[in-house]
């Protein structure tokens, strides 16, 4: 059984970052997030995926062609040359799916979940499609799933209104489709599986769901993406705990003293912490970082070649590649630093502030 991979949108809600790495691609714990993708799909006992693509495709595809770990998994690719949306980009991968039922997934889904189960569900119904749910607090930023007690769906509202939550179970990105569903889809146009394909499944009566409790996050927006660093980083989900290390310090990394390393903790090939620095609170810094003397950086991501210079603290943020945190100032509260942007000294960045690739702030310009 074969996978389409979802993973042609622009990743709005993640910029800066998805200005230049698209959103499959983002790392946690050092590692791109297509990596995780690729075992959820093996470890469901699939045989290929294809990549449905069309924002950013070069570095996914260049991402996969360097991947020596596909071990017989097949990859396709179909890439849009105009948005097709979430059903269209299916229908675009059909040339590569052989009239067998097939799973599709919302390319940007961190899951435990056990997706062979889902198939045999699906396989013991009379469904076109089984959609797998997950429980979440506010599912205003979902799509909303009403089952009955056969778990036939009984209503899909994709991004409800507030006063229209009537449960708290949502779509959780992770399908099974007959091949029936793809003579559905209208090629050649933009068209949504949430807002059209599921209502017509759903009023045929042919639209089951199956509730997965299994770990879940979609990695969308600054908070979540940086919420599943630090459950990937703390061994909650997405890699094999058996040879797990709470403190993934590549060798080459250079430290110097009196620096304190707090796991759980992931510091790439290439990285220089000068004397005196803390590191800690479920961090990842990439390749080549460089983290000046007495600097602290607590429950962030830093992407490759980030600087942040000496007495400078970065908590809970993400500081896109070769972006540099001038000396003392001060990046927190779920700030998003665009790559190659220059934070000025004594500057204080705070409240989910998002900076654009390439902005120079001079010294001491933002308080917060
Ligand atoms: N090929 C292709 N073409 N892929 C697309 C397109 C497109 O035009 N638009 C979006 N995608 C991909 C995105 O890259 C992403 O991986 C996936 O489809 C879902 O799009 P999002 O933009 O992330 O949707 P969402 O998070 O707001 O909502 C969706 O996911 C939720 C679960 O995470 C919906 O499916 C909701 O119903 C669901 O609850
Ligand atoms: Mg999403």
Redesign the pocket.
Known sequence: MKAVV????Q?TRLRPITFDTP?ALVPLRNRPFMGYMLDFLRGGGLDGAVL???YLPDPIQDYLANWHDLRGFDVDYAV?EH????A??IKNAEEYLDGDPFVVV????LTGMDLAEAIRIHKASDALATITLTSVEDPT???LVEVDHDMVVQRFI?KPAADEVTTNL????VYVLEPEVLGMIPAGR?VSI?REIFPELQARGRLMAHVSSSYWR?I?TPRSYLAASHDVLSGAVGTDRTNFEYMDVKEDASCGKNVKLLPPLSVAEGCEISDLATIGGRSALGRNCRIGRGAVVEGSILLDGARVDAGAVIRGSIIGRDARVGRGAIVRGLSVLGAGCVVGEGNVLDQGIRVNPGVVLPPRSLRF
Do not use: H
């Open positions: 979802l993973v042609g949108g990743g959103k449905s693509l069309g849009e948005a097709l949306g979430t269209g980009g919302n390319g940007d889904v930023a979902y799509g994709e949502v779509n959780a990105g933009e949430e979609d969308g």
